[in-house]
């Protein structure tokens, strides 16, 4: 794939049936805005829950002026780039339902990897975090509050890994975030969909205000047979990363093509970061300390800032790519589409396992500076 434009282009039409749309209107219509509907949509991969999250996204904001929307999928997430835990404010209708469209959080958390199997428990830290921010901002407000605020409902889209640690993960937030609407896709595999009925539940246990509803994947054919669009995962994560450093750049620049925006990213001038003002850290593995700035050299980090609580982890504001590094000067040279002001607040760098997209270091008659071998300055 040569264009950046190649795979809207190359998007297949979406079709929602008449199941979903019924599911949606009875969700944002039948149900009380005082609390807001808490939705989580969960299913296994590829049935359609970044679909159909984005149609109830859509129809939401017909009764609701905002919705907030927490994506958990760290592989394929809906406004960010590849590696997010994120809280997102949506104010806008998403007109094409199946072309990622990027969106600046309002909280998120970098995890470092397409699967929360690296780590489940600080995914699940991070999960609860971001609904804890949003149950005190936006869900439940005390009565001077609730003269100044307004209750927002929340969708939470999650990962297609429903299977092993995968789903006791799912279980864990299902009894975290207690929802007020669990929307279960099914597909036509039925070894490979969730447990029938409340399956986070114990048997004992009532399942309380939450309802559930479960529907089908939306692409079948004449047996009525689910249909998966089988979807390049590599690829999608490498064009989110792509477009996401393409906002480096004015709308207007002409940048349209891999080799155009490799050009470009090779010649932008990078921001200059005093070593001594950021601390490093490396979120799934371990590196001696003297490995550390070589393991940092070309690679894409997360732009964290510390809480003052050292309990809470940190916020991250966007990601970098750390262009090369002056340990003579004491510098960082980091290339990012983070604004020079939000830039000046980050003091920690955090390093997993996304990579920059071979594409954009493999373009013909391009020189990338992240493959020279000298670009480690240390004399």
Not at 324 to 351: F, R, W
């Amino acid at each position: 794939m040569s264009s950046l434009l190649e795979f809207e282009n190359s998007s297949p039409n979406i079709f929602i049936p008449e199941e979903w749309s019924e599911a949606a209107e009875s969700i944002v219509f039948d149900s009380p805005t005082s609390p807001p509907p808490v939705v989580l949509i969960c299913g296994a991969k590829n049935c359609g829950k970044s679909t159909f999250s984005r149609h109830l996204l859509n129809v939401f904001l017909q009764r609701h002026k905002k919705v907030v929307y927490l994506d958990s999928d760290v592989g394929q997430p809906e406004f960010t780039p590849p590696g997010f835990l994120s809280l997102t404010v949506v104010d806008r209708v998403t007109p094409d339902l199946s072309t990622p469209c990027l969106k600046t959080p309002e909280r998120c958390f970098f995890f470092g990897d397409n699967s929360s199997k690296r780590d489940p428990t600080a995914y699940l830290s991070y999960a609860n975090t971001l609904y804890d921010h949003y149950h005190k901002e936006y869900h439940s407000f005390n009565k001077t509050e609730e003269l100044a605020k307004i209750g927002l409902p929340l969708i939470v889209n999650t990962p297609g890994w429903v299977k092993g640690i995968g789903y006791e993960i799912l279980v864990d937030m299902l009894k975290y975030i207690a929802p007020s609407h669990v929307v279960k896709i099914n597909i036509s595999a039925e070894s490979k969909n969730l447990p029938a009925g409340e399956f986070w539940l114990e048997e004992e246990e009532d399942c309380g205000t939450t309802n559930l509803i479960e529907i089908h994947s939306a692409r079948q054919d004449a047996f009525n047979r689910s249909i998966l669009v089988q979807k390049d995962a590599s690829l999608m994560r490498d064009l989110r990363l792509m477009a996401y450093f393409r906002r480096c750049f004015a709308g207007d620049c002409n940048i349209t093509t891999i080799k155009e925006l490799a050009n470009a990213l090779a010649s932008h001038p990078p921001y200059q970061v005093p070593i001594s003002s950021i601390k490093i850290r490396h979120l799934h593995c371990q590196v001696p300390g003297d490995q550390i700035f070589y393991s940092l050299n070309a690679t894409i980090v997360g732009l964290a800032i510390c809480s003052k609580h050292s309990e809470n982890p940190p916020w991250c504001v966007g990601l970098g790519i750390v262009r090369g590094i002056d340990t003579l000067k004491g510098l960082l040279y980091v290339i990012t589409p983070v604004p020079h002001g939000t830039l000046e607040k980050v003091d920690l760098l955090l390093q997993g396992f996304i990579q920059i997209p071979c594409c954009l270091l493999q373009v013909k008659g391009c020189m990338s500076p992240y493959m020279f071998a000298n670009i480690l300055s240390t004399s």
